[in-house]
Nanobody, 123 residues
Framework: QVQLVESGGGLVQAGGSLRLSCVVS????????MGWYRQAPGKQRESVAT????????NYADSVKGRFTISRDNAKNTVYLQMNSLKPEDTAVYYC????????????????WGQGTQVTVSS
């Protein structure tokens, strides 16, 4: 059974930093793209940052460009989100996503989600 487990959330003052981690566990063949998403109360889930399988291409929401950095360690099946210069509007539950190939031939893979980790930024 594939699981994504996030860690690193918490309470931080505005201007501070946090580093989120997400580990993919279970029997898999490989991991394609990975990403971080967030959902604030009363709002829809939105994409924060994504990264390709080799880590060569990244994409960020305009609201976090220059402040957040996504990276991955394929040897550890882990994706990270370094969040600097945090703002109160970054407060949300952050979710990890991974497109996983369960077999060598698995067209399209399957999307898995973590349980979410709360990030709260106080003003």
């Amino acid at each position: 059974q594939v699981q994504l487990v996030e860690s690193g959330g918490g309470l931080v003052q505005a201007g501070g930093s946090l580093r989120l981690s997400c580990v993919v566990s279970g029997t898999i063949f490989s991991i394609n793209g990975m990403g971080w998403y967030r959902q604030a109360p009363g709002k829809q889930r939105e994409s924060v940052a994504t990264i390709t399988s080799g880590g060569g291409l990244t994409n960020y929401a305009d609201s976090v460009k220059g402040r957040f950095t996504i990276s991955r360690d394929n040897a550890k099946n882990t994706v990270y989100l370094q969040m600097n210069s945090l703002k109160p509007e970054d407060t949300a539950v952050y979710y990890c996503n991974a497109n996983v190939l369960l077999y060598s031939y698995h067209p399209g893979g399957f999307d898995y989600w973590g349980q979410g980790t709360q990030v709260t930024v106080s003003s």
